[in-house]
Nanobody, 119 residues
Framework: QVQLVESGGGLVQPGGSLRLSCAAS????????MGWYRQVPGKQRELVTT???????????NYADSVKGRFTISRDNAKNTVYLQMNSLKPEDTAVYYC?????????WGQGTQVTVSS
């Protein structure tokens, strides 16, 4: 069974930075896509960013318009971890952030980590 464990959330002031980590219980080589969603109470879960891997072309990334230029996703295969670097944080980035990973027809989820942007 795959386990994804997020960490790195917390309280930060507007304009600040946080780095979220998503550690997988095994190798992430088998995941063709990994990424992050976020959710605010009472709203649908929103896709923030995805990193996909193709054998011939390497990694590619996609971002929601609301985070482009501020957030960066990366993966470290040696550490079986995906990271989300979040800069220039805004109050509207406040949410629970969930890591996910896709393998074949299955999607796996982490338990979520709270990010609060407030002064």
């Amino acid at each position: 069974q795959v386990q994804l464990v997020e960490s790195g959330g917390g309280l930060v002031q507007p304009g600040g930075s946080l780095r979220l980590s998503c550690a997988a219980s095994g190798s992430i080589f088998s995941f063709y896509a990994m990424g992050w969603y976020r959710q605010v109470p009472g709203k649908q879960r929103e896709l923030v960013t995805t990193i996909t891997t193709a054998i011939t072309s390497g990694d590619s990334t996609n971002y929601a318009d609301s985070v482009k230029g501020r957030f960066t996703i990366s993966r470290d295969n040696a550490k079986n971890t995906v990271y989300l670097q979040m800069n220039s944080l805004k109050p509207e980035d406040t949410a629970v952030y969930y890591c996910y990973a896709d393998r074949a027809i299955s999607r796996f989820w982490g338990q979520g980590t709270q990010v609060t942007v407030s002064s």
